[in-house]
């Protein structure tokens, strides 16, 4: 059993910058993909960025690269998106997942976290 837990929303200006962290406890998080993703109100959840287990290779969403960056720290069990020119269409609630790197049936969501830009 995988918890996670997010942090780092808000509220920012577009234009801003946001790093969001994910926490996680319990299970091994090196044997874990990791992934950012984004929800806004009536709409599915949609993927924002990913990264490996090793932390080799990344993904993003067409709609963040170049702005965002994902990160992992399997030391300290912890995943992080640095957010910059942020934009309104950002805005959503974000979720972290851990997702087992050989049984894609093996996944953890967090709480998630608000990120709201906005002038």
């Known amino acids: 059993q995988v918890q996670l837990v997010e942090s780092g929303g808000g509220s920012v200006q577009p234009g801003g910058s946001l790093r969001l962290s994910c926490a996680a406890s319990?299970?091994?998080?090196?044997?874990?993909?990791m992934g950012w993703y984004r929800q806004t109100p009536g709409k599915q959840r949609e993927l924002v960025a990913t990264v490996t287990s090793t932390g080799g290779s990344t993904t993003y969403a067409d709609s963040v690269k170049g702005r965002f960056t994902i990160s992992r720290d399997n030391a300290k069990k912890m995943v992080y998106l640095q957010m910059i020119s942020l934009k309104p269409e950002d805005t959503a609630v974000y979720y972290c997942n851990a997702t087992h790197e050989l049984f894609s049936g093996s996944y953890y969501w967090g709480q998630g976290t608000q990120v709201t830009v906005s002038s």
């Open positions: 319990g299970g091994i998080f090196s044997l874990y993909n």
